[in-house]
C-alpha cells in the first residue's frame, strides 16, 4: 500500500478516475456502453477517440522535454500535416480512392518529418533554445498551413481517410488504436533499448553526459523527429475526424496540453526522468476535463475557471508525492536485522 | 562561474553581476548583437521605404510597445531565476476588465489604479507561493493562474467595455511633444520608468544579485545563504505587479476592456526576453537586452505594415522568418560565449 | 568545429532570408499618394476562418478593378496590432482607411489622430461603440443581432404546435461579438414562445471539430434534441457528422440552423441535412471601393450601409448553389 501511494503515477490515475466519478454522479448512464453500426458507442468511447491525437502529440512531447527541450510547433505542424493531406486529395484525378488517401498520409507524415528534421538541426547543431527554435516554426508553419490551403477550408469525401480519425476497427476507434502502437513502439524502443536511458542521461546532465561520450547532438536531434512525426500524424487524424483541413484552427494550442499532460503525467520540465504512462494518463485527464464540462453543463463564460481549479488540485495532489519521489531515488537499503547479542 | 563575482562590492559596475563566467565586453555579447541587428533592421526599412527615416517611426514602436516593455521587464526577472510566468498576457486581460467595469460602475481612478495594481500583485504572489512551497513547477502554475486569470475575464463580461473616463482618456490621448514634430505618450515614460526601476533593482540590490544567483544555481545560493525562498516568491509578485501596470498602460492604450485581449502575449513576451540575450535557464541577461528585443518585436510589425502587400498568412511565415533569421544571426556574433 | 557551426549557421540565415525574400518580393511598395490613384489602408482582423479569407479576396479584387493601390495589414486577431497598423498608415499618409475592428470598443485615441490627419475612415464587418460618429465616415457590415434573430424568427414559424421543442446551441468563440450578438438575436426572437427551450449551450469555436466534439457530448447528455442552433457553418457541419454517427438523421430527426451560407454549408443544406441557414456576406469588396472612392472625393456617405444579406432554405439553396462565390 505504501508503495502504491509514492508511485508517482498513482495520483494521475486517482485524478482521473475521480473525474470520470463525478461524470457518473451526474449522469447515470455515463459510463454506459452499446454497439452501434458494428462498434462501442458512448461517453468513454468519445473520450478515447477524440483525446487520441492530444495523447500521440503528448508521447512525443514527453521525449523532447525529457531532454530538456520543448516542442511548441506541434500545434502548426497539425495543421500542415492536414492542409497537405487534404489538398492532395482534392486536387487528385481521384479524390475517394484507397490509394489517394494513402499516398495523401504519406506525403503529409513526410512533410512532418522533415519539419522535425528541422527543429532538430536548429536545437542540436545550431544550438538555438528550444522555445524560441520551436516557436519560430509556430509562427511561420502556420502560416504555411494557410498558404497550402488559400485560408479556406478544403473539405474532401474519402471514406478511407476519413477512417483515420472517425473510422473504428475491432469495436474500437482507429485513431486510439494507432496512438496505442505509436505508445508500445516509443516504450519499447526507449525502455528495452539504451534510447531511453541516453535520452534522460543528456536531459539531467547534459555536460556529464558529453563527457561520458554520448552524441547528444544525435539524440536530441531523433527526439525532435519523432516529435514532429507524432504531429503529423495526430494533424491526419483531426482533419480525417472532420474530413476537412482548417489550418486557420487546427492544432491551435494543442501544444500547451500536451506540454500539461505531460507535467501532470510527472515528467519534469527540467529533463530528466520521464513517463509514457504518466503522459498517456496525463492527456486523458485533459480530454476528461473536457467531457467534464459539457456533462456538468457548466456554461462557456465559467468554463476556464473550472478548469484552472481542477488542474492545480490534480498538481497540489501531486505535490506531496513528487517531493517524496524527489527525495527518494530508490529506496533505503534494507538493513540488516538486528543481531541478538548473547549475553 | 568565477566565484568571486557574487562577492565583489554592488558598486563596481564592471564587474556587475550578469554573465559571471565572462570576462569583461564579452558578457554583454548577446544583447550588443540584438542591438546592433535591430539599427540594422532600422537602417534597412529606411533603405525600403523612404518615409520609413523619421524619428516619429521609432518613437511609434516605443508608444505603441509599452505594455509589452512592462511584461518583458517583469519576465526578465522570473526567466533569470530559471522560471516562467505564463500568466502574464490573461492578467494584463483581466486588469483592463477589472479597469474598465469598475470605472463603468463609477469609481473613481484614484481608487481603481492602485486596486488593479493589487490584484496583479496578489496573483503573482499566490503563484509564487505555491511554486515555493509545494514544489509544483512553474509552467503548470502560471498555466493555472492563465486560465484563472482568463476565466475570471469571461465572468467579469463577455461583452467589451469601454472606458470613457476622463482621467484615462487624457491619458491614452495627451501627446508630449518633443524636439519638432515628435511626440510620445505618457505611457512610454511609466514604461521608461519601469524599466530604470528595474535596472537599478537588478544590478544595483541584494534582491537582485539574489536574483541572479538562483538562476545561476539555486543550491548554491542556498548554500551561501542566500534568501532563496523569498526571493522566488518575490520574482512571481513583480511579474504580477508588472502585468497589472502592464494591463493598465494597455487600458490607457486602448480604452476598452475586452475579455480576449492579449492573447499570446506571454510568448511575445518571452520571445523578446530571449531575443534580448537572456537564457530560459537563467542566471545570464539584462533587462535592457529585454527592452531591445520588445523593440525588434515592433520593427518586424512595421516592416510588414509598410510593405503592404503580404496576405495574412505570408505575414506569418514573414514574422517567423525575420525572427528566425535574427536568432541565427544573434547565434553567430555570440556563439564565443557559449 | 567553429568553422561548421558557422557554415550551419550561414546557411540557415540565407535559407531563411530566401523565404523572406520571395513573399516580399512582391512588395515594391508605392509610398504616399502620388497623382490620381487613391492608396487606401486595410487593417484586416486575422485570417481565422474561411469567412474572413474570403472577405479579404473580397477586398483586394476589388481594390485591384477599381485601380485603388491597397495596403494591406494582417492584424493576428490582436487589436494592439490594428492600432499599430493604423498608426503607420497615418504615417504613411495614405488617402483612405479601411479596417474590421476585433473588438468593439478602445478605437478614439487611433481614430481621432487619423482625424486630425484628415485622413477619412471606413469601417468594415464589424462596428465601433465610439459615441463620437465623427470619427468615422460609414459602417459597412452585417448585423449579427439581426443575424441571430431571423434564425429564431425562422424556428418560431416552423414550431406553431404546442409540443415542447428541446433546442440545443452550438456557440461560438466565447467573448466574441459575433458569438455573443447572434446569442442574443437568437434569444430575444425565442423568448416569447414558451415552447422553445434551450436545454444546453457550449461552444464550438467556430470550427467544426469543435461542432462535432460539442454535439457528440449533448447527444449524449440529452436524450430528446430537436432542434440544433450553431453560430456558423461550420460547426453545423460537425454537428452532423456527429449526428449520423449517433445513428439519426440530420435534417429530419434533427433540424438544423445555422449561420454564414458558405458554398459547403450551403451543399449540405441542398441535400436536406441542414434546415435553415441565414447568410452572413463576406464579399464587401466592390461596395467597400466605391464608398471610398465616394468618400475620398468629399462626396456624403450614409452613416450605415448593411450587407446584402438573406436566408435560405432547402429550395432556395437548390438553386444559388452553382452560382455561391466561396
Known amino acids: ?343 | 562561474m568565477s566565484p568571486l563575482s557574487t562577492l565583489t562590492p554592488p558598486l563596481k559596475k564592471s564587474s556587475a553581476i550578469g554573465y559571471g563566467r565572462l570576462r569583461g565586453g564579452a558578457r554583454y555579447a548577446p544583447t550588443l548583437a540584438t542591438l546592433g541587428l535591430f539599427l540594422a533592421m532600422f537602417a534597412v526599412g529606411a533603405g525600403m521605404y523612404p518615409s520609413f527615416l523619421s524619428g516619429q517611426v521609432l518613437l511609434n514602436l516605443f508608444i505603441d510597445n509599452t505594455f509589452l516593455t512592462v511584461l518583458a521587464v517583469g519576465m526578465t526577472f522570473v526567466i533569470l531565476t530559471g522560471g516562467i510566468d505564463l500568466s502574464v498576457g490573461a492578467v494584463v486581460a483581466l486588469s483592463m476588465m477589472v479597469c474598465a467595469s469598475l470605472l463603468q460602475a463609477g469609481w473613481n481612478p484614484s481608487m481603481v489604479i492602485p486596486l488593479v495594481i493589487l490584484i496583479g500583485g496578489g496573483l503573482g504572489t499566490l503563484m509564487g507561493l505555491v511554486i515555493q512551497y509545494f514544489d509544483i513547477q512553474p509552467f503548470i502554475v502560471t498555466l493555472a493562474g492563465m486560465f484563472l486569470a482568463r476565466g475570471l475575464c469571461y465572468v467579469i463580461s463577455l461583452d467589451s467595455i469601454p472606458v470613457t473616463d476622463p482621467f484615462f482618456t487624457s491619458m491614452a490621448q495627451a501627446r508630449i511633444p518633443l524636439a519638432g514634430d515628435l511626440f510620445i505618450s505618457p505611457g512610454v515614460l511609466i514604461a521608461v520608468a519601469v524599466v530604470a526601476v528595474a535596472f537599478f533593482i537588478l544590478h544595483h540590490t541584494r534582491f537582485g544579485r539574489t536574483v541572479y544567483a538562483l538562476g545561476g544555481n539555486e543550491h548554491s545560493a542556498m548554500l551561501m545563504g542566500l534568501n532563496v525562498k523569498g526571493t522566488k516568491v518575490a520574482v512571481y509578485a513583480v511579474s504580477g505587479l508588472c502585468s497589472a501596470v502592464a494591463g493598465l498602460l494597455f487600458s490607457f492604450y486602448s480604452l476598452s476592456g475586452y475579455s480576449l485581449a492579449a492573447q499570446g502575449m506571454e510568448l511575445d513576451a518571452i520571445a523578446a526576453v530571449v531575443i534580448g540575450g537572456t537564457l530560459l535557464t537563467g542566471g545570464t541577461g539584462y533587462v535592457l537586452g529585454s527592452v531591445v528585443g520588445v523593440l525588434v518585436l515592433g520593427i518586424v510589425q512595421t516592416f510588414i505594415a509598410y510593405d503592404g502587400t503580404l496576405s495574412s498568412w505570408w505575414t506569418k511565415i514573414v514574422i517567423g522568418g525575420l525572427l528566425l533569421v535574427f536568432i541565427l544571426l544573434q547565434r553567430l556574433f555570440s556563439r564565443k560565449t557559449y | 568545429m567553429i568553422k561548421k557551426s558557422m557554415f550551419a549557421v550561414l546557411a540557415a540565415t540565407g535559407l531563411a532570408l530566401t523565404a523572406c525574400g520571395g513573399g516580399g518580393a512582391s512588395a515594391g511598395a508605392a509610398n504616399g499618394s502620388g497623382g490620381d490613384k487613391i492608396t487606401m489602408g486595410f487593417a484586416q482582423v486575422g485570417a481565422e476562418s474561411g469567412w474572413r479569407t474570403a472577405n479579404t479576396k473580397s477586398v483586394q479584387e476589388s481594390a485591384k478593378e477599381a485601380g485603388v493601390d491597397l495596403k494591406f495589414s494582417d492584424a493576428q486577431q490582436k487589436q494592439e496590432n490594428q492600432i499599430k497598423a493604423i498608426r503607420s498608415f497615418v504615417q504613411q499618409k495614405v488617402d483612405v482607411i479601411a479596417f474590421s475592428p476585433v473588438v468593439e470598443s478602445g478605437w478614439d485615441t487611433v481614430l481621432k489622430e487619423a482625424k486630425d490627419a484628415k485622413i477619412p475612415v471606413i469601417l468594415t464587418d464589424r462596428a465601433v461603440d465610439s459615441k463620437d460618429t465623427s470619427l468615422y465616415k460609414t459602417f459597412l457590415g452585417s448585423d449579427f443581432v439581426a443575424e441571430g434573430k431571423k434564425a429564431g424568427e425562422w424556428l418560431v414559424e416552423q414550431s406553431k404546435s404546442s409540443e415542447p421543442v428541446n433546442i440545443v446551441e452550438i456557440q461560438g468563440t466565447t467573448g466574441s461579438a459575433p458569438a455573443n450578438d447572434r446569442k442574443q438575436g437568437f434569444e430575444d426572437a425565442i423568448k416569447d414562445d414558451p415552447d422553445l427551450k434551450i436545454v444546453a449551450s457550449q461552444s464550438g469555436d467556430f470550427t467544426r471539430s469543435g461542432g462535432k466534439q460539442v454535439m457528440e457530448a449533448f447527444l449524449k447528455n440529452n436524450p430528446d434534441i430537436d432542434v440544433v442552433f450553431a453560430h456558423n457553418d461550420d460547426e453545423g457541419l460537425g454537428a452532423i457528422e456527429a449526428i449520423e454517427a449517433a445513428g439519426k438523421v440530420p435534417g429530419k430527426d434533427i433540424k438544423i440552423i445555422t449561420i454564414d451560407a458558405v458554398k459547403d454549408g450551403m451543399t449540405a443544406l441542398s441535400n436536406g441535412k441542414i434546415n435553415f441557414i441565414v447568410e452572413c456576406n463576406p464579399l464587401l469588396g466592390d461596395q467597400l471601393m466605391d464608398l471610398a472612392k465616394k468618400v475620398v472625393a468629399g462626396q456624403d456617405v450614409p452613416q450605415r450601409v448593411v450587407t446584402e444579406e438573406t436566408t435560405f432554405t432547402m429550395e432556395q439553396a437548390k438553386q444559388v448553389l452553382s452560382s455561391r462565390q466561396y
Open chain 1, 1 to 343: 500500500m505504501k508503495s502504491l501511494l509514492k508511485n508517482r503515477l498513482t495520483w494521475p490515475l486517482v485524478a482521473l478516475l475521480a473525474l470520470l466519478a463525478l461524470n457518473q454522479v451526474f449522469r447515470a448512464d455515463f459510463l454506459a456502453l452499446r454497439m452501434q453500426d458494428g462498434h462501442l458507442y458512448g461517453s468513454l468511447i468519445d473520450i478515447l477517440r477524440n483525446g487520441a491525437p492530444t495523447v500521440l502529440i503528448a508521447l512525443g512531447m514527453t521525449l523532447v522535454v525529457a531532454t530538456r527541450g520543448i516542442d511548441l510547433s506541434v500545434g502548426a505542424i497539425v495543421a500542415i500535416a492536414g492542409a497537405i493531406s487534404c489538398s492532395y486529395i482534392a486536387s487528385s484525378s481521384d479524390p475517394s480512392s484507397l490509394a489517394t488517401a494513402g499516398t495523401a498520409a504519406a506525403i503529409a507524415v513526410v512533410a512532418g518529418l522533415a519539419l522535425g528534421v528541422w527543429n532538430g538541426f536548429l536545437v542540436s547543431v545550431i544550438g538555438v533554445q528550444p522555445i524560441i527554435a520551436t516557436l519560430v516554426l509556430m509562427t511561420a508553419g502556420r502560416g504555411v498551413a494557410q498558404l497550402v490551403t488559400g485560408g479556406q477550408i478544403v473539405s474532401v469525401s474519402n471514406d478511407h481517410y476519413k477512417s483515420i480519425g472517425a473510422g473504428y476497427a475491432f469495436t474500437l476507434p482507429i485513431s486510439i488504436l494507432i496512438t496505442a502502437a505509436v505508445f508500445v513502439l516509443a516504450a519499447v524502443l526507449t525502455r528495452r533499448t539504451a534510447l531511453g536511458t541516453l535520452i534522460e542521461a543528456v536531459g539531467i546532465n547534459p555536460v556529464a553526459s558529453r563527457l561520458a561520450g554520448i552524441r547528444a547532438r544525435n539524440i536530441i536531434w531523433i527526439v525532435y523527429v519523432f516529435s514532429a512525426l507524432c504531429a503529423a500524424i495526430a494533424g491526419l487524424m483531426i482533419s480525417s475526424n472532420v474530413t476537412a483541413a482548417d489550418a486557420n484552427n487546427a492544432g491551435l494550442y494543442i501544444e500547451m496540453d500536451a506540454i500539461l499532460a505531460v507535467v501532470i503525467g510527472g515528467t519534469s520540465l527540467a529533463g530528466g526522468r520521464y513517463s509514457l504512462v504518466g503522459t498517456v494518463i496525463g492527456a486523458f485527464i485533459i480530454q476528461t476535463l473536457t467531457t467534464t464540462v459539457y456533462t456538468l453543463g457548466i456554461p462557456p463564460e465559467v468554463t476556464l475557471v473550472f478548469k484552472a481549479l481542477v488542474v492545480l488540485s490534480v498538481c497540489l495532489l501531486q505535490a506531496p508525492a513528487a517531493r517524496n519521489a524527489l527525495r527518494r531515488f530508490r529506496p533505503a537499503p534494507k538493513l540488516p536485522a538486528k543481531e541478538k547479542v548473547a549475553i
